[in-house]
C-alpha cells in the first residue's frame, strides 16, 4: 500500500519556468522530507517539515506542509538544468522508525 | 567523513547463487536501514535496525537476512538469489532526534541472471 502518491509522475519543462510537485496521503505524518536523487547516487535529503502550514524556502525551492499534516508540495521557481533529478517525498509517523517514501517524481529541465 | 558508504557497485550474480551487500558509516548513527528501489515502485524498505546486535523486517523482507554486529556496519544477504532480486540497494543511516533524517549511500546495482 503506497501511503503517499506524488504527482506528477514525469515532468519536462524548459530553463525559466515554474514548477509545482505534490505528495499527498490520506496519512497523518510528524513530519515530511523532501529528498533530491541523480542518476546512479542515493537520494540526498533537501527539507525537513514539521509542524502543519510551515513554510521552508530553500533558494529557488519553496516547500509546505499541509495544515493537517497529510500533505506537502515543493514548487520550484525559474528551474534550472541543475534541478533535474527525481524528487522523493518521504513521511514519518509517530508510531515507527521508518519512513514512507512516494515513488517520486522526474523532472528533466533543457537548456 | 566518508558518510554512507556501500560495497560493491555493482554485481551480476547467477540464479540460487549467495552474496552479501556491506554497508558502513562513519557517523555514529544508531539507525540503518537497507531499500530496494525499482523502477515504478519507489524505495522499500526491506529491512532496519535501531541498534547495535537488532534488526527489524521491513516492507519486503523475503528472500533477505541482516545482521548488524557492529554499530557502523549492516549487512544484508541473499541466500539464494532469484531474478526478481534484480534491483538497486540503497543502505541509509539516521541518528534520530526529533525526526528521522536519513542519509543514504550511493547504491548497489545488483543483476541476478
Known amino acids: 500500500t503506497q501511503l503517499l502518491e506524488q504527482s506528477p509522475q514525469f515532468l519536462s519543462i524548459q530553463e525559466g519556468e515554474n514548477l509545482t510537485v505534490y505528495c499527498n496521503s490520506s496519512?497523518?505524518?510528524?513530519?515530511l522530507q523532501w529528498y533530491r536523487q541523480e542518476p546512479g547516487e542515493g537520494p540526498v535529503l533537501l527539507v525537513t517539515?514539521?509542524?502543519?502550514?510551515e513554510v521552508k524556502k530553500l533558494k529557488r525551492l519553496t516547500f509546505q506542509f499541509g495544515d493537517a499534516r497529510k500533505d506537502s508540495s515543493l514548487h520550484i521557481t525559474a528551474a534550472q538544468p541543475g534541478d533535474t533529478g527525481l524528487y522523493l517525498c518521504?513521511?514519518?509517523?509517530?508510531?515507527?522508525?521508518?519512513?514512507?517514501f512516494g515513488k517520486g517524481t522526474s523532472l528533466l529541465v533543457t537548456p | 567523513n566518508a558518510g554512507v558508504t556501500q560495497t560493491p557497485k555493482f554485481r551480476v550474480l547467477k540464479t540460487g547463487q549467495s552474496m552479501t551487500l556491506l554497508c558502513a558509516q562513519d557517523?555514529?548513527?544508531?539507525?540503518m536501514y537497507w531499500y530496494r528501489q525499482d523502477p515504478g515502485m519507489g524505495l522499500r524498505l526491506i529491512h532496519y535496525?535501531?541498534?547495535?546486535?537488532?534488526?527489524a523486517k521491513g516492507e519486503v523482507p523475503d528472500g533477505y537476512n541482516v545482521s548488524r554486529l557492529k554499530k557502523q556496519n549492516f549487512l544484508l544477504g541473499l541466500e539464494s538469489a532469484a531474478p526478481s532480486q534484480t534491483s538497486v540497494y540503497f543502505c541509509?543511516?539516521?541518528?534520530?532526534?526529533?525526526?528521522?533524517?536519513?542519509?543514504f549511500g550511493p547504491g548497489t546495482r545488483l543483476t541476478v541472471l
Open positions: 557517523m555514529n548513527h544508531e539507525y
Open positions: 535496525s535501531v541498534g547495535e546486535g537488532t534488526t
Open positions: 518521504a513521511g514519518e509517523k509517530s508510531s515507527g522508525y521508518a519512513l514512507n
Open positions: 541509509a543511516s539516521s541518528y534520530l532526534r526529533l525526526v528521522n533524517e536519513q542519509f
Open positions: 496519512s497523518v505524518f510528524s513530519s
Open positions: 517539515v514539521v509542524t502543519g502550514g
